[in-house]
Nanobody, 128 residues
Framework: QVQLAESGGGLVQAGDSLRLTCTAS????????MAWFRQGPGKEREFVAS????????YYADSVKGRFTISRDYAKDTLTLQMKRLKPEDTAVYYC?????????????????????WGQGTQVTVSS
């Protein structure tokens, strides 16, 4: 069984940066795609970014493109999300998601149904 645990959330001001990390335990997540999703207050969960493998083609939601960077470290079996120039609308619970399948098409990589493994989430709050 795989457990995913997010860390790095917190309260920041608009324009600040934050780095989220997702650590896998139990079984490795190296065999499949991983992604970040988020759920803002009163909103549905939405796709943020995905990566099929270490150094692979990444996909981003338009709202975060150019500000967020997703990456993987196979040696540490971690997934990170570097967030820059944060905005109040980035306020949400951020979730790490993993799959046993590698998705190379953005339509599949951005669907939450594509991922079987989920972390508990970490809160990111951006004040104006």
């Amino acid at each position: 069984q795989v457990q995913l645990a997010e860390s790095g959330g917190g309260l920041v001001q608009a324009g600040d940066s934050l780095r989220l990390t997702c650590t896998a335990s139990g079984r490795t997540m190296k065999a499949g795609s991983m992604a970040w999703f988020r759920q803002g207050p009163g909103k549905e969960r939405e796709f943020v970014a995905s990566i099929p493998e270490e150094g692979g083609t990444t996909y981003y939601a338009d709202s975060v493109k150019g500000r967020f960077t997703i990456s993987r470290d196979y040696a540490k079996d971690t997934l990170t999300l570097q967030m820059k120039r944060l905005k109040p609308e980035d306020t949400a619970v951020y979730y790490c998601a993993g799959s046993r399948t590698i998705y190379r098409q953005s339509q599949l990589a951005s669907r939450d149904q594509s991922y079987a493994y989920w972390g508990q989430g970490t809160q990111v709050t951006v004040s104006s």
